[in-house]
């Protein structure tokens, strides 16, 4: 069994704690958050407020954890890194948008601790990603565009968006922001006489506690390094053909 601390207790967190609280390979021992608000829950895990790296180090020594998984901030990591990593605490780093000196970050504490920073860390958009990136190998001059709908609210082009165009090299990303959509993404192949979509729809938040638990179980298998999510299923995915053929 697998002890977990979940950091993060947003619309996302509260999603994916009850998916892990209620699978029986995992030992949810604690949330922590930096809100100010008051919390009633019924939840069999205390709901703990942190606010510093001094307040991090002392939950992981007194509540230790054999990972972290972060739903909160991409800053956060710069609070939390160093201790967990001292503590030797592998991270799960499930936010968007981390930037250049995050990852930097990040990359540091992997010479220690299994490190992965996922802007999306479901298993359906991870799986799109390797298909897609399987048919541009194919048809490396195919015409491609990246689309992605989000609840109103959401500010900025999702981490995932990026990432895909990056991959993919596609310059501009199509956004729309709709109603209470979840999250919506889409990779458009347009050859001369056909047309081929990848679309992944994130039904409900608990989605990201289940591929958190998919992304624990390739980090168990990993020594210390900084990881990617879809690096890492496309090897399973890969192995699963060999078996297959």
């Known amino acids: 069994m697998k002890n977990v601390g979940l950091i993060g207790y947003g619309r996302a967190g509260k999603a994916v704690a009850r998916v892990l609280n209620a699978d029986a390979a995992v030992n949810l021992k604690w949330v922590a958050h930096r809100n100010n608000e008051n919390l009633t829950f019924t939840e069999s895990y205390p709901v703990l407020t942190i606010r510093s790296a001094a307040d991090f180090e002392i939950l992981f020594n007194n509540h230790p954890v054999d990972y972290v998984i972060d739903f909160s901030s991409p800053d956060n990591i710069m609070l939390y890194g160093r201790a967990a990593a001292a ?51 194919i048809a490396p001059h195919v015409d491609i565009a990246v689309l992605e ?8 082009i999702s981490g995932t968006a990026k990432k895909l165009a990056h991959e993919l090299n596609v310059g501009d990303v199509t956004s729309l922001r709709l109603g209470g959509i979840v999250g919506h993404h889409q990779v458009v192949f347009g050859f001369p006489y056909q047309t081929v979509r990848f ?37 399973e995915v890969m192995s699963t053909l060999l078996e297959a053929s």
Do not use: W
Request: hydrophobic share 45%; net charge negative.
């Open 87 to 137: 503590a030797g605490i592998h991270i799960l780093s499930a936010n968007s948008n981390h930037d250049e000196a995050q990852l930097a970050f990040a990359q540091s504490l992997a010479d220690q601790i299994v490190v992965m920073c996922s802007p999306n860390i479901t298993v359906g958009i991870n799986f799109l990603m390797i298909a897609a990136k399987a048919l541009q190998k």
């Open 149 to 156: 709908e989000h609840f109103k609210e959401k500010k900025d």
């Open 199 to 235: 679309i992944h729809d994130s039904i409900s938040r608990e989605a990201f506690g289940t591929g958190a638990i998919y992304a624990l179980s390739l980090m168990a298998k990993q020594p210390p390094g900084m990881y990617e999510f879809a690096s890492l299923m496309r090897q």
